[in-house]
């Protein structure tokens, strides 16, 4: 059975475990996470044998971010194919939509008075009816 390694013995690689998951990860937030993750899978699995620590923690930090980079991996992919996709106006639908709004307002702008300022005033400049009905 392996023997605990000495937490301050890891500590004194600090910077060469930061420096490989740095090389591996862009993110600074997730490079944090990683190197405490290899401090835990390191304290939790030691070696066999002290002899080559660097080899041993360079290669826990590999995994710790292939396991991690592969969880985000399914988790974006499930997120993605449960996600609807926006349906974005065609462009005929535009215009379609335009055209009808122009003939509404040919249609208030041919209006005799007063309807046509009773409704350019309530439905253009959402005035209230009874602030209309005082004028």
């Given at each position: 059975m392996p023997r605990a390694i000495d937490p301050e013995v890891l500590l004194t690689h600090g910077d060469f475990v930061r420096a490989i998951a740095r090389q591996l990860l862009a993110d600074e937030a997730r490079v944090d996470d990683a190197v405490q993750e290899?401090?835990?899978?390191?304290?939790?699995?030691?070696?066999?044998?002290?002899?080559?620590?660097?080899?041993?923690?360079?290669?826990?930090?590999?995994?710790?971010?292939?396991?991690?980079?592969?969880?985000?991996?399914?988790?974006?992919?499930?997120?993605?194919?449960?996600?609807?996709?926006?349906?974005?106006?065609?462009?005929?639908?535009?215009v379609e939509r335009e055209a009808l709004r122009r003939e509404v307002v040919d249609a208030v702008l041919g209006l005799d008075e007063p309807?046509?300022?009773?409704?350019?005033?309530?439905?253009?400049?959402?005035?209230?009816?009874?602030?209309?009905?005082k004028r």
């Amino acid at each position: 059975m392996p023997r605990a390694i000495d937490p301050e013995v890891l500590l004194t690689h600090g910077d060469f475990v930061r420096a490989i998951a740095r090389q591996l990860l862009a993110d600074e937030a997730r490079v944090d996470d990683a190197v405490q993750e290899t401090w835990v899978a390191a304290l939790e699995h030691p070696p066999r044998t002290a002899t080559n620590v660097r080899g041993w923690l360079a290669a826990i930090a590999r995994n710790v971010v292939r396991v991690a980079s592969r969880g985000e991996r399914r988790r974006r992919m499930r997120e993605e194919s449960a996600a609807r996709p926006e349906r974005l106006p065609s462009t005929a639908d535009v215009v379609e939509r335009e055209a009808l709004r122009r003939e509404v307002v040919d249609a208030v702008l041919g209006l005799d008075e007063p309807y046509r300022t009773t409704l350019l005033l309530r439905f253009f400049e959402d005035e209230p009816a009874s602030s209309i009905a005082k004028r």
